[in-house]
Nanobody
Framework: QVQLVESGGGLVQPGGSLRLSCAASGSIFSINAMGWYRQAPGKQRELVAAITNDGRTHYADSVKGRFTISRDNAKNTVYLQMNSLKPEDTAVYYC?????????WGQGTQVTVSS
């Protein structure tokens, strides 16, 4: 059974940084592109960043230059380094395949950017 477990969220001041991690079990990691998604209160879930098996990346315009997605295939883990955080980055962050599969949504990790 595939599981994706997100961690690393928290409360941070504007301009601060956080690093999210997503540990994947099962076989999906080695054959799929992976993505980080977020859902803010009252808004639809959106793709923040994605990375292919060979390291090609894609970012939403709102996070370009501030967020960096990476993956460690040996550890079946995908990361999201978030710098220069803004209040509008406040959301629950999830990892999933890219495109997302409804079977793989986990609990997510809360990121709150506030002074």
């Amino acid at each position: 059974q595939v599981q994706l477990v997100e961690s690393g969220g928290g409360l941070v001041q504007p301009g601060g940084s956080l690093r999210l991690s997503c540990a994947a079990s099962g076989s999906i990691f080695s054959i799929n592109a992976m993505g980080w998604y977020r859902q803010a209160p009252g808004k639809q879930r959106e793709l923040v960043a994605a990375i292919t098996n060979d390291g090609r990346t894609h970012y939403a315009d709102s996070v370009k230059g501030r967020f960096t997605i990476s993956r460690d295939n040996a550890k079946n883990t995908v990361y999201l380094q978030m710098n220069s955080l803004k209040p509008e980055d406040t959301a629950v962050y999830y990892c999933n395949t890219a495109p997302a599969s409804r079977d793989y949504w986990g609990q997510g990790t809360q990121v709150t950017v506030s002074s």
